[in-house]
């Protein structure tokens, strides 16, 4: 850690020792860190088992974060499913999450998912997602996203 640009950025604030609690939600690790000063000193052993008693506990809310946000999810496209709308969703790197019926039937060769990720052979609009995917963080990435409006992609 002590190699680590971060470790120096941290030690501007103060900040000396840290602790990290890995937990899952999915396939995904995560982890909570949790940072000291040099004066409240480092972790103890006592503090060390109680925050490794909370793994579980994070999982678990994790795991019912993802599960609920799912069927969030499920429930829009079928909204959209039930007014004959197709719709499907897109992670922050262009991942396909799920489609409904009504745009699966809309893919063929010019517009499809292909290895996961939306398709389209006209390149003015691939270019546009492209475009919007890029400026958006990816899974792994926390940023700040754009605040304006993003506009439409218009498939040929």
Do not use: C
């Not at 909570?32 to 506990?57: C, I, K, N, W």
């Not at 999810?73 to 790197?93: C, H, K, R, T, W």
């Amino acid at each position: 850690m002590l190699r680590n640009p971060l470790y120096e950025l941290a030690s501007g604030f103060g900040l000396r020792w840290w602790s990290v609690i890995s937990f899952r939600s999915g396939p995904a690790l995560w982890g909570l860190a949790l940072q000291r000063t040099a004066r409240e000193g480092m972790f103890g052993d006592d503090e060390m088992r109680v925050l490794a008693s909370l793994s579980d506990s994070l999982t678990e809310v994790a795991t019912l974060s993802r599960a609920v946000g799912q069927q969030v999810l499920l429930g829009s496209l079928n909204a959209f499913e039930l007014i004959n709308q197709p719709a499907l969703s897109l992670s922050a790197s262009g991942l396909v999450m799920e489609t409904n019926r009504a745009a699966t039937g809309l893919f063929d060769t010019d517009f499809r998912i292909r290895n996961g990720r939306l398709h389209m052979r006209d390149d003015k609009a691939r270019r546009t997602l492209e475009r919007m995917l890029w400026q958006r963080p990816g899974d792994r990435e926390i940023r700040p996203t754009p605040s304006g409006y993003e506009g439409n992609i218009v498939v040929a």
